[in-house]
Nanobody, 112 residues
């Protein structure tokens, strides 16, 4: 059974940085697109960033220039480096392996 193991997150002040990591646990035969979603209280879940099997990346407009998603070598493991964090980045962040494998979520809280 494939599972996603997340790490990182926590409490940081405005302007600070955090790094989230996600790795696939279990047998998987090729690289897949992976991504990070987030959900803040009272808001819809949104796709923050994704990276395809050939390295193409996409970001939601609100994080462009601040967040970077990367793949950990030639593996189904991804990192999300978040710089210049803002209070509106506060949310639970979820790693996703499409179409339906989700991590347990990790909380990011940005204090002002």
């Amino acid at each position: 059974q494939v599972q996603l193991v997340e790490s990182g997150g926590g409490l940081v002040q405005v302007g600070g940085s955090l790094r989230l990591s996600c790795a696939v646990s279990g047998r998987i035969d090729r690289l897949y697109t992976m991504g990070w979603y987030r959900q803040a209280p009272g808001k819809q879940r949104e796709l923050v960033a994704s990276i395809s099997s050939d390295g193409n990346t996409n970001y939601v407009d609100s994080v462009k220039g601040r967040f970077t998603i990367s793949r950990d070598g030639f593996k189904n493991a991804v990192n999300l480096v978040m710089n210049n964090l803002k209070p509106e980045d506060t949310a639970a962040y979820y790693c996703v392996l499409p179409p339906s494998t989700w991590g347990q979520g990790t909380q990011v809280t940005v204090s002002s």
